[in-house]
């Protein structure tokens, strides 16, 4: 973003925000203001907010802390309170952010600490808080599994995220001191790509981590992974089950983006997992070749029949619990010049076709010198642990057994709800077949 440099612009060293009408409860518990970024100037700001005033209501609800307001370049819509903003001078897009937080938030509040947060963190047990996160001047959201590590601070960059953090008003004006005197060849913002011969900026938590010897100079005291994991869980590098999440005080779901779909009158509407399998599979149900075949794929029975709403029964064939035979009608019909779509509910009942999958359509091109290239597209899932836990003869996850045993037929993981489109379609326009494993915790879940 080129930036105006009139006066009263957030970016400029001498600007102060007035944050004096932000309301102050008088009876609070910990001496924290709660604010929420938001200053991404693209298409779905809007919609963005609109979700941002649910995620501040709920920490205000919950929270005994000192303030709680958004910053934002846009108002926020009702019923965020006049109270509950500090309009940030100014736009910002997704590259900005990083050098608002490092380098301008400290002056956006007046507590000890600020609890940072962005319109996808959520509170997922309160009872996890713990006075203790107080005493350091930086927790941080970290992947669920990297809490084992026994270092100050976590050593694996991939793994840690500044999304959900609770920092200290020391940290916040250190941060603001180093990367504003760039007191190091790192503490540079602006990296220059070689491939694109693009100038870029780093993401603030990025720099953070590349930073911390740096940092440490200031006097500031991070927390270990281990604390970290009991205050916020994220699933920016790996994917988190619901009931794991309930571990931490709080959640970063990067997954919750906005899948932006085009209602009758043109107004966008919010996509979720389970929509986006719906509207994959009405976009695989218009196409002349292809065919819907499993159990419950006509008659209700399992989490699969709700994906499939919006298809015709002509195009359903429903078949009984014989699922070695399935995969092999399914390898038959594709060799006909059909795309059947054929649905095992769990992984665990994939199992029983393994001969047909791996020695028959995994090998077929081989077998047939590339003359036989059928186009099968799978769907199975990993089953469901909540509400209802199904057992571990239900809940299995042998994606990296499936991998490690097909050549041909390609695996894709839906872990991400934004992919889970673009993924079926690629399926269908490829040569060759595909098992798309779904996620059937995340049916409900997001």
Same mark, same amino acid.
């Given at each position: 973003m080129i930036k105006d440099h009139t006066e009263g612009y957030y970016w400029q060293d001498d600007y102060y925000p007035d944050i004096s009408h932000v309301y102050k409860s008088t009876d609070y518990k910990y001496d924290i203001d709660v604010r929420l970024i938001d200053g991404c100037g693209d298409s779905v700001s809007q919609q963005r907010l609109e979700k941002s005033v649910e995620v501040l209501k709920e920490f205000e609800e919950k929270l005994p802390f000192r303030s709680?307001?958004?910053?934002? /370049?846009?108002? /926020? /819509?009702?019923?965020? @309170? @006049?109270?509950?903003?500090?309009?940030?001078?100014?736009?910002?897009? +997704?590259?900005?952010?990083?050098?608002?937080?490092?380098?301008?938030?400290?002056? +956006?509040?007046?507590?000890?600490?600020?609890?940072?947060?962005?319109?996808?963190?959520?509170?997922?047990?309160?009872?996890?808080?713990?006075?203790?996160?107080?005493? +350091?001047?930086?927790?941080?959201?970290?992947?669920?599994?990297?809490?084992?590590?026994?270092?100050?601070?976590? @050593?694996?960059?991939?793994?840690?995220?500044?999304?959900?953090?609770?920092?200290?008003?020391?940290?916040?004006?250190?941060?603001?001191?180093?990367?504003?005197?760039?007191?190091?060849?790192?503490?540079?913002?602006?990296?220059?790509? @070689?491939?694109?011969?693009m100038v870029y900026k780093q993401n603030e938590d990025l720099l953070i981590h590349e930073n911390y010897e740096e940092l440490k100079k200031y006097d500031l005291k991070f927390a270990s992974p281990s604390l970290s994991s009991e205050f916020s869980l994220g699933n920016h590098t790996l994917p988190i089950l619901p009931h794991r999440k309930e571990t931490a005080f709080g959640f970063h779901d990067m997954d919750m983006k906005f899948q932006i779909v085009e209602d009758d009158n043109g107004e966008p509407i919010i996509m979720k997992y389970k929509d986006e399998l719906n509207r994959s599979m009405k976009w695989l149900s218009d196409k002349e070749d292809t065919i819907f075949m499993g159990q419950s794929v006509k008659y209700s029975g399992n989490s699969i029949y709700g994906t499939l709403q919006d298809i015709d029964d002509e195009k359903r064939l429903e078949l009984p619990v014989f699922e070695e035979i399935q995969m092999g009608m399914s390898t038959g019909m594709a060799l006909n010049g059909h795309v059947p779509i054929s649905c095992f509910p769990r992984m665990d009942f994939l199992l029983r076709c393994m001969d047909s999958l791996v020695n028959h359509l995994d090998k077929i091109q081989s077998m047939s010198n590339g003359q036989m290239k059928p186009k099968v597209i799978i769907r199975t899932a990993i089953g469901s642990r909540e509400p209802l836990n199904g057992g571990v003869q239900h809940t299995q996850n042998y994606i990296e057994e499936l991998k490690s045993m097909l050549t041909e037929v390609k695996v894709v993981v839906l872990d991400k709800t934004e992919n889970i489109f673009n993924e079926f379609t690629k399926a269908y326009d490829r040569v060759g077949s595909t098992i798309l494993i779904e996620y059937g915790d995340y049916y409900n879940d997001r």
């Amino acid at each position: 973003m080129i930036k105006d440099h009139t006066e009263g612009y957030y970016w400029q060293d001498d600007y102060y925000p007035d944050i004096s009408h932000v309301y102050k409860s008088t009876d609070y518990k910990y001496d924290i203001d709660v604010r929420l970024i938001d200053g991404c100037g693209d298409s779905v700001s809007q919609q963005r907010l609109e979700k941002s005033v649910e995620v501040l209501k709920e920490f205000e609800e919950k929270l005994p802390f000192r303030s709680f307001a958004i910053v934002s /370049p846009l108002v /926020p /819509p009702h019923p965020c @309170e @006049e109270h509950n903003w500090i309009q940030l001078k100014g736009t910002m897009d +997704y590259h900005d952010y990083g050098e608002f937080v490092l380098k301008y938030l400290h002056k +956006y509040f007046d507590a000890k600490h600020v609890l940072l947060i962005q319109w996808d963190c959520f509170i997922t047990n309160i009872d996890k808080w713990k006075d203790e996160f107080l005493d +350091y001047d930086l927790v941080y959201t970290i992947s669920d599994g990297c809490q084992k590590d026994n270092s100050e601070f976590i @050593e694996d960059v991939g793994h840690f995220n500044g999304g959900l953090t609770l920092r200290s008003k020391k940290f916040c004006q250190s941060t603001s001191d180093y990367f504003t005197n760039a007191k190091s060849k790192d503490g540079i913002i602006y990296r220059f790509d @070689e491939s694109s011969g693009m100038v870029y900026k780093q993401n603030e938590d990025l720099l953070i981590h590349e930073n911390y010897e740096e940092l440490k100079k200031y006097d500031l005291k991070f927390a270990s992974p281990s604390l970290s994991s009991e205050f916020s869980l994220g699933n920016h590098t790996l994917p988190i089950l619901p009931h794991r999440k309930e571990t931490a005080f709080g959640f970063h779901d990067m997954d919750m983006k906005f899948q932006i779909v085009e209602d009758d009158n043109g107004e966008p509407i919010i996509m979720k997992y389970k929509d986006e399998l719906n509207r994959s599979m009405k976009w695989l149900s218009d196409k002349e070749d292809t065919i819907f075949m499993g159990q419950s794929v006509k008659y209700s029975g399992n989490s699969i029949y709700g994906t499939l709403q919006d298809i015709d029964d002509e195009k359903r064939l429903e078949l009984p619990v014989f699922e070695e035979i399935q995969m092999g009608m399914s390898t038959g019909m594709a060799l006909n010049g059909h795309v059947p779509i054929s649905c095992f509910p769990r992984m665990d009942f994939l199992l029983r076709c393994m001969d047909s999958l791996v020695n028959h359509l995994d090998k077929i091109q081989s077998m047939s010198n590339g003359q036989m290239k059928p186009k099968v597209i799978i769907r199975t899932a990993i089953g469901s642990r909540e509400p209802l836990n199904g057992g571990v003869q239900h809940t299995q996850n042998y994606i990296e057994e499936l991998k490690s045993m097909l050549t041909e037929v390609k695996v894709v993981v839906l872990d991400k709800t934004e992919n889970i489109f673009n993924e079926f379609t690629k399926a269908y326009d490829r040569v060759g077949s595909t098992i798309l494993i779904e996620y059937g915790d995340y049916y409900n879940d997001r």
